[in-house]
Structure formats: structure tokens, C-alpha cells
């Protein structure tokens, strides 16, 4: 029943023999590493998380078969770790990104390209959520405020850009691995260029290895 | 706003880190008999009695918790292998050995649950014990070298656990060096929401630590 990741995947064409050995539990694994130690929200996988829906309701349906058809409590146990497993990781996937929506909700409504990132139901949302918290300033706090400070995301009228709005810290340091040799690029503000070997640990700017993340060049570890 | 990361949501929880490693693939000698299993991770089996065979370490740790099978200890979890880390950790200030990046994690749960199947179980564990000791002792020794501004540093066969146990504090204090070691430009007085220190790279240096 291991499905194996097929056209969904963005990982490069020379990392074919691992692509296709690669089960759908392991990439989804890697997302949910990435999205926990990634101070901004990731682009959202869609085809993965639809297949990895699927083998759980599928596997569900499988468990309860077998629960009422006399297969060794034995076996079906260990059926339904693997699941919860499997539940586990995909639960604590959508939390994750649910817990950066709600923290940057602001940032996001003002972005599309952040917008981008996220599912349907993750737009929804945020809209959702962006309206509630501006409704309950104003209707608790910013109402009774002087004029001039009235606005959500502006600090007073003066102020010439919105400058209240929590923006994820994209230099803050991450802990990485690459996967294979990674010839020397730039690090981001400085002119060093840096080289990563595969399989060793680098701590450095989330800024200077932003793109080779969402490419599945470098993980977060 | 000092350049402060939410903990909560980039921190992975000691028990995570275990879930993680419980993925890796250990070698048990069923003792029974049982069809193949299609799981959504993968496929494993069939088992025979008396025939090792390569299971993820949550599977291996669930059939020894029933008594069904025992779990042979991985290669680098021997008192000779052991003893040559150790020594050798002790001899370097700065170099890390080569160990499985989850040694940690999973040499606890075979303690735990599979204590009879390690040979000189007693030994093994002090190794253990003693090897984190002094490796965390180089982490610690070697943080306290970094003292200037670093855009990026290179550490070499850092376990799992040492990673997470490390990784606030040291994305803390380099961002703190990155912020307050930089050349700053004396902020304009007029434009009051310009936050954005021009930064004049001259003193960046990259760590290599081996």
C-alpha cells in the first residue's frame, strides 16, 4: 500500500532513483520538518497532502474490516500505529501552518505572494481571522484611542508604511543539511560564497538559502 | 523588536525528536510467524521465525514489548566501537566523531525495551552516557569561542538531540552578534520608520568547525 511519490514532487531529475523510492510518509515527514524549523510559512503541497488523505481514509476503512473480520488483534494494532503515525504527522503539518496564519495574519492579507502559498481552505482562513482580530481591536481598544491612532496597522497617521504588522524574522538562523553537493553560492548580504557538502550541518541566515529550500535542495533539520 | 524566533513554533520537542528517529531501520529475529504488512509507510514482512529482517524501530519496539521477537543490536552499539568513539572524542577539542545522527535516541529505546538482547548492557551504557558527556562538553566549549559576527557556521556530525538541545540558543546569539556587530549608520532623524540598518560588510568572517 506505499504509494510512491510520482509527477507531484519538485526534487531534481538527477535525484530520480530517490524520487521513486521515496514513500509519500517520507515526504510528507520532510514537509512537516520544514515547516516547523522555517520562520515563514512554505508553499503548500497540495497533491501530497491529497494523496496522504486518501491512504488514511483508505487504511481506516482497512482497519475496521479487519477489526471485525478475526485477524489477530496482534496485527491490527500494529495497523493502527502505523496510522496514528501517519495521522501525527499530517495533523501537526496543518497546526504548524495553521499557528504561522494566525501569528502573521496581518503580514499575509497584505501579500499576495504569500497568499500563494496557502490552500484554499488556509485563504479562507486567514481572511477569517484577519477580520475577527481587526473587529475586536477596534471594537475593545482602538475605539477609544485618539483619532490619529485609530488604524490597525499603522502606528498614527504620520507614519508613512504600515509598520505594525509582525513580519516573519527571515534572518533568523536555521540549522540545514544538504542532500548533495551544493556548489558555492552567496550568502545573502555579505560576499562570501559558502559551499555545502551533503550531509553537513550549517547554521545560517534562512535569507540566504530561502530558494533551495522550496526547491528540496537544502533541508531544515 | 529584538531579533527574537517564537520558540514555540520552531522548537521540535524532545519527544519529537524521538518520533523522528523512530523511523530508522533496526534488524529483529521475529519468533513467529506473520503476514506481510502494507503500511501506509511502507511495506514490511513477511515474517519468519528465526529470520532477521529490517523493520523500522517503532515496529521492532512494539513486537519486543509483546515478546515477539528480539532485536539485534546495531553494528556501532558495541563495547569495542564504543571505546574507540570515546577515545577518540576525548583526544580532539573541536572534532566530532562519526555517529548515527539519532545515537541517542536510539540507543535509549533499545535500553528501554530491549536490554536483554545488548551484549554487556552495563558497559554500553556508561559508553554512552560518557560519549554524550563529552561531546556536549565541545559543543559548550566550542560556543564559548564564538565571539564576533558569523554569517554562517559549519558543524560536523552533531547528533540529533545536540542539535535541538543547542539550536535556540546558538540562532539567539548569532543574531544578536549579526544585529549589534554590525557596522550601523547613524539613523536619520527624519524618517522615523526607517528601521533598516545599512550594513557595510567588511568585517564578516565565516567559522569553519570541524
Redesign the interface.
Known sequence: MASEAGEGSTAGMDDYETLISTTDVELLKKAWRNEKAAPEILRFETSLIQRIRGQIQLMEENIEEFAGSGIDPLTVSLYQMDLDRTQYLFRSYLRIRLQKIEKYMFHISKNPEVQSRLSEQEKGFAIRCADDMERHLEESVLSKLPDNYQDIVKQSIISEESDMIPEPQLDSFVVCKSRRFLGPFQLDGSDELLEMKPDELCIIHYKSIRERVQEGDIDLV | MA????P???L?SAEEVE??AE?EMVKIVPNLR??A???????FGPFFPQLATQVPL??AV??KK?G?CTIRPPQWMTVEKLTQVLEAERDSQRVFEQLPFHYVEISRLLFDHARDDIPDVYMVRSLIEDIRDVRFHKVETNLESLNERA????????S?ME?NIV?PF??RA??AF?KHDSPDLIPDQD???D?RPQ?A?NA?R?HLRR
Open positions: 531579533g527574537q524566533s517564537d514555540q513554533l520552531s521540535f518520533f523522528i523511523d506473520m503476514d504488512l502494507n503500511f501506509v509507510c511502507g511495506d517503532w515496529l512494539a513486537l509483546r515477539k554569517f554562517a557556521l559549519k558543524i560536523n556530525n552533531l540529533a542539535v539550536r546558538v540562532g548569532l543574531q549579526y524618517r522615523v520608520s528601521r550594513v560588510n564578516t565565516r
